[in-house]
Structures are given as structure tokens and as C-alpha cells.
């Protein structure tokens, strides 16, 4: 396991909560991070773990060889990979996310 890879996985393990994204929570840089944002925000989501992969090229290569995931935002929770912006959407839409993440329905 890489340098990058032995990072990503202490990020997962030791946040209940973590979303590998472009930019910051504050300040996403693409659309689907903001989004990714958005429905962790109206899940109501208190102990956020953000990671700006636009930080560390490393990390940004090292979290698709990590989840098999060919793309970013990736949202763990409680060390395990839940999916992209996509699944996030229908799983937010379908009152699964919520439930995963413990969130008030």
C-alpha cells in the first residue's frame, strides 16, 4: 500500500463520516462535490470529514485505486465506501442516505 493509500485509509477509518471532494465544503470546485455538499448538509451532517483532493495529487490518484471508483466526490461512512455524487442523489432521494448516515428522516 502506497504512502497516499496508508493516508486515505487512517482518513477513513478514523472519521465516522469522510468525503473525498475537489475544494473545500466551503468552497467546492466542481459541480458534483457541491452537490455531494449540499446533501450532506441537508442530511444534517455534524461530524463532516472533508478532503480537498485538489491538495494532493497522491491522494486525488490514490482514492480511485482505493475504492475502485473511477471518480471524485467519494463519501465513506464509518469506513465504508457508500458511492459518488450519482448514488448519493438517488440514495438522498430514496431516504437511504439518511438512514446511513443516521441522519433525522
Known amino acids: 500500500m502506497s504512502d497516499a493509500q496508508q ?6 477509518k478514523s472519521n465516522r463520516v469522510v468525503l473525498f471532494m475537489k475544494g473545500t465544503s466551503q468552497f467546492p470546485q466542481c459541480g458534483f462535490s457541491g452537490r455531494a455538499i449540499q446533501i450532506l448538509k ?5 461530524d ?4 480537498n483532493v485538489l491538495e494532493d495529487d497522491g491522494v486525488r490518484q490514490g482514492i480511485k485505486a482505493y475504492s475502485d471508483w473511477p471518480t471524485i466526490p ?3 461512512v464509518n469506513g465504508e465506501f457508500v458511492g459518488g455524487s450519482d448514488i448519493m442523489t438517488e440514495m438522498y432521494q430514496a431516504g437511504e442516505l439518511q438512514t446511513v448516515l443516521g441522519a433525522p428522516a
Do not use: F, M, P, S
Open 74 to 76: 467519494q463519501l465513506y
Open 48 to 51: 463532516l470529514k472533508t478532503v
Open 7 to 12: 493516508r486515505i485509509d487512517e482518513l477513513v
Open 42 to 46: 441537508a442530511c444534517q451532517v455534524g
